[in-house]
């Protein structure tokens, strides 16, 4: 698990900034993912890549924007925050090209006030 | 894509009983079926998962069974303890690599 992290861990914005969560993978994983997680709905896909420079919209993709321009690294990317995007963020990656196991990073508490 | 229905939402055992959780499915290609299981404030981790070519998988406390037919798969969990607590999410796959996750069980454990 360490080999997955995520940054900042807590982060407090105020709505129409734009913010930007790390993620970063040391294993060489294919895929990563982005998720977030609210009371009541579970996880959801934000966005998702299948490999650097590829990338595609999850469930929920409306006000993020991903890039990947090397495969360790997945950032997210909310242009103009809104309260309704407070949540906690989940970046997860996976080796295989078949549905396989995902790790998860640590997470990120985002709150937009 | 994939709809995944998980229950309980909620589930309080005694220790040393068992628990079980529910998912059903509704993509009947779908091929493989983990479950996470989230405590407090933590990132979610696999406990265990199963592939559509068997019907049981075993680890320990831990089982998941499928039924392919019915499209449903579960999660029992045997001698249940303290440090069981926590919550679990089934998923399931769509459009190749993606997964769909359940809305979540919250197991409480009590001692």
């Known amino acids: 698990d360490a080999g997955i992290t995520q940054s900042p861990r807590y982060k407090i914005t105020e709505t129409g900034r734009q913010v930007t969560l790390m993620c970063h993978q040391t294993w060489s994983h294919s895929y990563m993912f982005w998720y977030r997680q609210d009371l009541g709905h579970g996880l959801r896909l934000i966005y998702y890549s299948a490999a650097a420079d590829i990338t595609d919209k999850g469930e929920v993709p409306d006000g993020y924007v991903v890039s990947r321009s090397k495969t360790e690294n997945f950032p997210l990317t909310l242009e103009s925050a809104t309260r309704s995007q407070t949540s906690v963020y989940f970046c997860?990656?996976?080796?295989?090209?078949?549905?396989?196991?995902?790790?998860f990073g640590p997470g990120t508490r985002l709150t937009v006030l | 894509g994939e709809n995944v229905e998980q229950h309980p939402s909620t589930l309080s055992v005694q220790e040393g009983d068992s628990a079980v959780i529910k998912c059903t499915y509704s993509?009947?290609?779908?091929?493989?079926f983990p479950w996470y299981k989230q405590e407090l404030g933590k990132r979610p981790q696999l406990i265990i998962d199963i592939r559509s070519n068997v019907g049981e998988k075993k680890d320990q406390r831990i089982a998941v069974t499928l039924n392919k037919t019915a499209k449903h798969f579960s999660l029992h969990i045997t001698e249940t303890q303290p440090e069981d607590s926590a919550v679990y999410f089934c998923?399931?796959?769509?459009?190749?690599?993606?997964?769909?996750f359940g809305g979540g069980t919250r197991l409480m454990v009590k001692p």
């Open positions: 993509d009947s290609a779908s091929n493989y």
């Open positions: 997860a990656s996976s080796a295989g090209a078949r549905a396989d196991t995902q790790y």
């Open positions: 998923a399931a796959p769509f459009a190749g690599n993606m997964l769909t």
